[in-house]
């Protein structure tokens, strides 16, 4: 059960184009979310890839030098995609994903275990969920960006919204670097929420990052959105991964060769705000996945709920999922997040849909729960 929810809960975290323009952008847009008539317009535009099978795991799981002469950091051309996890933008602009920031699945689970040395399930279990979400499963892409510029589209397309955009599933409220999607900009560097971060760093562990940093800085976000945010919502599946945030740095920021647990700040600010490693950075000794979850979540456990309409007006929501109901977390993902956004695919669409939901459960990795068949069998 505890895998099942450190699984669920790690915020993505990844021969390529060279750049965007090389991929026509309604191929790389998400179609979540598309009514009926936007997808009848758009699929048949689309050049069909299959999903492929995920890669197998590496061979050397060892603490390497990441930032080699093979991974140069190049900073992100003007069509190139980047977005809110700083993970994935750094993957990119090191070229352990392909530059434009459109990646395929399998691209994404390469990078994340290379780049990070993020274990196997975790690494796939994560992507599917984000590609489920966020990715194009007719054309097997998707941008880790956030929303597209539309205009000069010859012909229109619909307004559709491509990269790490469904806002409240790994986008979401209270964000350690990013501001709410109420509030305009989610996916830029914040510097006032970086400051922020730097204060409870010096306040709490001495001017490093570490597990108790990331247990009372992630309250004090939630805090501050409750305060300020009339629309903040903080239900599964982003209740999950906001906590899992708060350990990301800690678990893959910091250099391989360090054993202390503490991120320096200035390492920090290489990832947060410049897309970059730290020069000659190490990645994890080992393969990582949710370490330090449960001791950040004991500092100040918060039921998930959201504020109805008002500021300070927060309300916890029973029907969401929480750290005690891993199934029901599944659960609502597929029946709730997923079929939400896909109602009532057809055709090749469901096809690929169905195929990524396969691969979403057999990485599970949770015998306790049922597989979920939302649009029936």
Request: glycine share 8%; with cysteine.
């Amino acid at each position: 059960m505890k895998l099942l929810v450190n699984l669920i809960s790690l915020a993505l975290i990844i021969a390529p184009f060279t750049q965007t323009g090389a991929i026509p952008s309604m191929h790389y847009r998400s179609l979540a979310g598309l009514s009926k008539r936007e997808l009848e317009l758009l699929l048949p535009r689309l050049e069909v890839a299959p999903p492929e099978n995920p890669p197998p795991a590496q061979n050397d799981t060892s603490a390497k030098l990441v930032d080699d002469a093979d991974h140069p950091w190049q900073a992100p051309g003007p069509e190139d995609m980047r977005g809110p996890c700083p993970g994935l933008n750094t993957l990119a602009s090191h070229g352990y994903l392909p530059r434009s920031g459109i990646a395929t699945p399998a691209q994404i689970i390469n990078a994340a275990m290379h780049g990070f040395n993020m274990e196997e399930q975790t690494a796939k279990f994560v992507t599917y969920a984000a590609f489920l979400v966020d990715g194009n499963p007719i054309t097997n892409l998707m941008s880790i960006g956030g929303k597209s510029d539309l205009t000069g589209e010859d012909p229109p397309e619909p307004a559709i919204i491509g990269g790490l955009n469904t806002h409240a599933v790994f986008e979401g409220d209270a964000s350690m670097t990013r501001a709410d999607a109420a509030f305009g900009d989610n996916h830029s560097f914040n510097q006032t929420l970086w400051d922020e971060l730097v204060d409870f760093s010096n306040r709490f562990g001495a001017g490093k990052y570490n597990y108790t940093v990331a247990g009372e800085l992630r309250f004090q976000r939630i805090q501050d959105s409750i305060a300020t945010n009339p629309t903040f919502s903080f239900v599964s599946p982003r209740y999950f991964t906001a906590y899992a945030e708060s350990i990301f740095p800690v678990n893959f920021f910091i250099d391989g060769r360090q054993t202390d647990g503490q991120l320096d700040l200035d390492d920090a600010l290489s990832f947060f705000r410049d897309m970059r490693f730290p020069s000659g950075f190490f990645r994890a000794p080992k393969p990582m996945s949710g370490e330090g979850f449960a001791e950040v979540v004991s500092a100040h456990l918060v039921a998930p709920g959201a504020n109805n309409g008002t500021v300070n007006s927060y309300t916890p929501d029973p029907t969401s999922a929480n750290f005690s109901t891993p199934c029901l977390l599944y659960d609502n993902f597929v029946n709730q997040t997923v079929k939400g956004l896909y109602p009532s695919p057809t055709g090749v669409l469901r096809e690929a849909l169905e195929r990524n939901l396969g691969f979403f459960f057999e990485f599970l990795g949770d015998p306790n729960c049922t597989q979920v068949f939302p649009w029936g069998r």
